[in-house]
């Protein structure tokens, strides 16, 4: 009863700071860069700040992991720390393309055990928890059966960040192997593949809180996550989401040699 305790407070405050990241969209706004160069504004503040008081105020000796006000450690004896993100896919945010998303995740000890992705503008919202399944808008989704790569919809954030920084020739071998490429990116990339309607999802940089729902949602999907080396960990600097059929194939391209 406590996952499901912990996924409804999950489900409840994604969607209370997604609707929040809503009064802001598609809005002239001031935009900051951060130092890594990223962008942020004030709907991304406001929504990591709604996050975190809520789980201050329900779940006190917790730790908080957040991309805008950084780390909270739990208090002695907890082994729960939250991650939040509060508009993955800021740039998609500031030109007014709906596919940004809200995270928060919930890690005990060194696994994630609930993960929630939210789409505010899109009206979605992906939950699972450990053994619980996962469900879009309540409805269970699992990843999609296609074995072959010629039938594959592979997806990026963006490609140049891809060239830069993925494993080459492997990269480049997987899309032009694949049905279709598309650059439908960020946590909502992820979710397209852990409900069935893409079957691989690259991101070549990430941080713990871009990729923190991931693990448990794609395992619930019946589908596979982890970073360039097949490792599932949420500190692994790169993320790859795929359904299980192509898992393999996808793993064993990207460890390609140059030729």
Request: with cysteine; glycine share 10%; charged share 20%.
């Amino acid at each position: 009863m406590e996952l499901e305790r912990f996924l409804a407070f999950a489900q409840e405050i994604g969607y209370a700071a997604g609707r929040l990241t809503l009064g802001y969209f598609a809005r002239a706004l001031e935009i900051s860069d951060k130092q890594d160069g990223s962008p942020v504004t004030v709907a991304d503040r406001q929504a990591e700040a709604l996050i975190r008081q809520a789980i201050e105020a329900q779940f006190p000796d917790h730790g908080i992991y957040g991309e805008e006000y950084g780390v909270k450690e739990p208090r002695p004896g907890c082994s729960y720390t939250w991650f939040i993100d509060p508009i993955d896919g800021t740039k998609s945010f500031i030109h007014g393309v709906p596919l940004y998303s809200t995270l928060v995740a919930l890690q005990r000890d060194q696994t994630v055990v609930v993960g929630v992705i939210t789409c505010p503008a899109l009206g979605e919202q992906l939950a699972a928890a450990q053994g619980r399944g996962c469900f879009l808008n309540g409805r269970q989704v699992q990843v999609s059966g296609v074995d072959q790569l010629q039938r594959a919809v592979i997806l990026c954030s963006d490609p140049r960040d891809v060239e830069v920084n993925a494993p080459l020739p492997g990269w480049r071998h997987l899309w032009r192997d694949c049905r279709y490429v598309r650059s439908w990116g960020d946590a909502y990339g992820h979710l397209l593949v852990a409900s069935g309607r893409a079957e691989i999802m690259i991101d070549p940089v990430v941080e713990p809180y871009d990729v923190a729902p991931l693990p448990v949602i794609l395992q619930e999907a019946g589908g596979v996550y982890g970073d360039w080396h097949g490792q599932v960990t949420l500190f692994g600097r790169s993320a790859i989401s795929c359904n299980r059929a192509l898992a393999d194939t996808v793993w064993q391209t990207l460890k390609m040699a140059p030729s």
